[in-house]
């Protein structure tokens, strides 16, 4: 390690291995499977070149990820988390738990497209609404990045990049700020679609039942004066 807090605490060693700027954010892209160096590029656009390379090098080192070589069609050569490296998964569901309730700093800014669908991960409650659970897959298409789910009895029990193996029961075309809007409670989800801001085929109360899910608990605004 380059640069070490120098103490015996797992909570500091934890910030050695994952606390240099971007470092968590790598870790982040990674949490729905094996990425590209280009990908990554895409998915961060604020980090430079050197940098990313840098964090990569670091995190392979700690045996946080690895590489691999991608089978054909999508023949090249990938970064992935190790198994201790995918272990950050909690952290990083209470991570955005907690700043989500910021009183301070406004959530702005862009976000990758798998922050979007790992956004809905975290905050889903399938139990959250008045109706039953329910069962379903989806495939949805954000821009040009393709993600299958599954809920099971209300339990979100599949979350990865790629199409559907089977026909799902819903299948959304849309793009990533305008389904980031509909999770957020900014727009109807009807709204979306009449607008033509969102298309979807298939089983369309499934679809209002997963979009419903997200429960992201905001900070109240403190009073005036």
């Known amino acids: 390690m380059t640069r070490t807090y120098g103490e015996g605490c797992p909570i500091a060693l934890s910030l050695d291995i994952v606390g240099e700027r971007w470092a968590l954010l790598v870790v982040r892209e990674l949490r729905l499977g094996p990425r590209r160096y280009t990908d990554l590029q895409q998915a961060l656009p604020g980090i ?13 080192e700690y045996g946080v990820l690895r590489r691999r070589e991608l089978q054909p069609p999508a023949a090249g050569r990938a970064y992935e988390l190790t198994e201790w490296g995918a272990g ?16 301070v700093l406004p959530l702005t800014g862009e976000v990758s497209a798998d922050s979007v669908m790992l956004g809905l991960r975290t905050f889903f409650d399938g139990d959250g609404g008045p109706r039953e659970p329910w069962t379903a897959s989806y495939e949805i298409t954000l821009d040009r990045d393709v993600y299958r789910l599954r809920v099971e009895d209300g339990r979100l029990t ?8 089977a026909a ?11 389904w980031q809007a ?44």
């Open 48 to 60: 430079t070149p050197a940098v990313l390379s840098k964090r990569l090098k670091e995190l392979e």
């Open 88 to 103: 950050l998964e909690p952290v990083f569901q209470a991570l955005a738990r907690w700043g989500v309730r910021s009183p």
């Open 158 to 165: 599949e979350l990865a990049r790629g199409t559907a193996a």
């Open 168 to 178: 799902p029961d819903v299948v959304v075309r849309t793009t990533k700020a305008a």
């Open 182 to 225: 509909v999770l957020d409670g900014e727009e109807p989800l009807a709204d979306a679609v009449a607008a033509g801001r969102l298309t979807v085929t298939g089983d369309h109360d499934a679809l209002r039942r997963l979009a419903d899910a997200p429960r992201k608990i905001r900070p109240t605004p403190a009073p005036a004066g």
